[in-house]
Structures are given as structure tokens and as C-alpha cells.
């Protein structure tokens, strides 16, 4: 199956800029998205880019998209504790299931 | 919009016994819904695709006789763990795809989780 992989950890300082990256298989993946995991919740989604894009922004939120190298990132402007959360990034596969990620951990430190 | 809740938030059971998790989209109609399946520390385990009207189909490895789903309406699907174990305990997430209606078709949304453990 396809087969998407993100680092699992990530710590900064609030106000700085974070970037979790994240790469995947599947060449014909037409959406790839982010989604945000607080501790005990659900997934909330973030943002999410299609595959004819580059960038999308959205706020503080960056998504960068380079297909040739099926990589992905999210570029969180003036972290804040509150983003502190695991973050997955999922592409969208046949009959429309998601693969997620492993996720990873974002730490903000004050 | 694209709110989807799920019921019990957090359940405690008796090994043996049943335990039946709803998932609710609640401002759009959904003719898919998804069941995962997460692990603490983990990424989300694809357990099986709800289509309204048909029978679930479960991804390799699940019992599907273990893990009844029922999709009764465009707005609700069931999960149902069939004499539970303590090695069925785990974090139980549903998401639904959007029908129509202004929203992306090609995006799921999350229910909050349903936090499940056998005694």
C-alpha cells in the first residue's frame, strides 16, 4: 500500500517557525492534506493542497508541495503553545481512503 | 459545517461483553463513513469503509464478524465490538466523506474519538 512517513518528533520556541515534513508514494495522490491531533481528540484538518498545486497559505499556515520529489511540508508561522499537538499529514488513495502518516509531535516551548 | 460527532466519548466494559460506537454527521450527508483505528503513540489504522445501504468493507486483517458495521442512513454509521476484549481497548475514530454541497468531496471529516477499555 502506499506508504507516507513523517519525523515523529519536533520541538521549538514559541514565536519561531515550525516545519514538519512529510513524504509519500503515491504519485497519483490528488489531494494531500494536514491534520491536527490533540491529546484524547479527534482529528481536526488543518489545511489541505491539491496535487496541481505548489503552495497554498492559509494564516500562519504554509503547505508547500513538490510532486517531483512527492514531498510535502507545513510551515507554521509564530508558533504558539497552543499548536503544541501531533500533526499528520495523509494523501488520498484509491476509493478515497487515507493514509496517514506516523504523525509528528510538535513541542512549543515557551 | 462539516461537523461529525461520535457517541460514547469514553467507554469502560466487561471483558465478553458488547460495545456499540455511533458516528453522526450532523450538518451534511455522508455515503461514506470510515472506521479507524489508533494505538496510543501511533498513526491511524484504516479499519474497515462504511457505505450507506451496502455492506462494510473491511480492510486485511480485521474481523469482520468481530467489528460490525452497520451504515443505517446517510448520517449514521455503527461500530460494533462483539464480545470485547482487553486487547480490543484502543482510541476509536470515525470520519465521514462529504457527499455534495459546497464542500470538497475528496475530504474527510473526524469525529472526536471514542476511548474504549475492556476489563
Known amino acids: 500500500g502506499e506508504d507516507v512517513e513523517q519525523s515523529l518528533f519536533l520541538s521549538v520556541r514559541e514565536g519561531d517557525s515550525s516545519v514538519i515534513n512529510c513524504t509519500y508514494t503515491?504519485?497519483?495522490?490528488?489531494?494531500l492534506y494536514w491534520y491536527k491531533q490533540e491529546p484524547g481528540a479527534g482529528l481536526q484538518l488543518l489545511t489541505y493542497?491539491?496535487?496541481?498545486?505548489d503552495m497554498k497559505q492559509d494564516q500562519r499556515l504554509t503547505v508547500l508541495l513538490n510532486k517531483k520529489d512527492k514531498h510535502l511540508s507545513l510551515r507554521i508561522a509564530d508558533t504558539q503553545t497552543g499548536d503544541s499537538a501531533i500533526y499528520f499529514c495523509?494523501?488520498?488513495?484509491?476509493?478515497?481512503?487515507?493514509?496517514f502518516g506516523s504523525g509528528t509531535k510538535l513541542n512549543v516551548k515557551p | 459545517g462539516a461537523v461529525v460527532s461520535q457517541h460514547p466519548s469514553r467507554v469502560i466494559c466487561k471483558s465478553g461483553t458488547s460495545v456499540k460506537i455511533e458516528c453522526r454527521s450532523l450538518?451534511?450527508?455522508?455515503?461514506?463513513m470510515f472506521w479507524y483505528r489508533q494505538f496510543p503513540k501511533q498513526s491511524l489504522m484504516l479499519m474497515a469503509t462504511?457505505?450507506?445501504?451496502?455492506?462494510?468493507?473491511?480492510e486485511q486483517g480485521v474481523e469482520k464478524d468481530k467489528f460490525l458495521i452497520n451504515h443505517a442512513s446517510l448520517t449514521l454509521s455503527t461500530l460494533t465490538v462483539t464480545s470485547a476484549h482487553p486487547e480490543d481497548s484502543s482510541f476509536y475514530i470515525c470520519?465521514?466523506?462529504?457527499?455534495?454541497?459546497?464542500?470538497?468531496?475528496?475530504?474527510?471529516?473526524f469525529g472526536p474519538g471514542t476511548r474504549l477499555t475492556v476489563l
Open positions: 495523509a494523501e488520498a488513495g484509491g476509493f478515497n481512503k487515507f493514509y
Open positions: 493542497i491539491f496535487s496541481n498545486m
Open positions: 470520519s465521514a466523506r462529504v457527499l455534495a454541497g459546497g464542500l470538497s468531496t475528496d475530504t474527510q471529516y
Open positions: 462504511s457505505n450507506e445501504g451496502s455492506k462494510a468493507t473491511y
Open positions: 503515491d504519485s497519483s495522490s490528488t489531494y
Open positions: 450538518d451534511f450527508q455522508a455515503t461514506t
